[in-house]
């Protein structure tokens, strides 16, 4: 009998975003759970294998090996850079309250 542990495997794309857990044999690598978890089913415009991965935030090589309870991250290139989004909506004039009646 196969040993397995559960992991999750998470992409965001600016409309949309995917968790899925999933059971992986023990010793699979994040390069594995990004298969079994189909996301790229699910995101066909992106090339998931040429994106960079993490676990729980910290970049790691896709054959990386999993331990139970992994969180694998796939990360997509920023539309924005945060500062600069926080500088934009900063300066945006506040919304005219009585507008909104």
């Given at each position: 009998m196969t040993v397995t542990i559960p992991v999750e495997v998470v992409f965001a794309a600016p409309d949309a975003q995917s968790?899925?857990?999933l059971r992986v044999p023990e010793g699979a690598t994040a390069?594995?759970?990004?298969?079994?978890s189909k996301i790229q089913e699910r995101f066909p415009a992106y090339q998931l294998s040429d994106l960079p991965v993490g676990v729980w935030?910290?970049?790691?090589?896709?054959?990386?090996?999993?331990?139970?309870?992994?969180r694998v991250e796939i990360y997509r290139q920023l539309e924005i850079?945060?500062?600069?989004?926080?500088r934009i909506r900063a300066s945006a004039?506040?919304?005219?309250p009585s507008e909104s009646r």
């Open positions: 968790l899925r857990e390069a594995d759970a990004i298969e079994a935030g910290r970049a790691v090589s896709r054959d990386t090996v999993l331990r139970a309870g992994d850079d945060p500062m600069e989004a926080r004039p506040d919304p005219d």
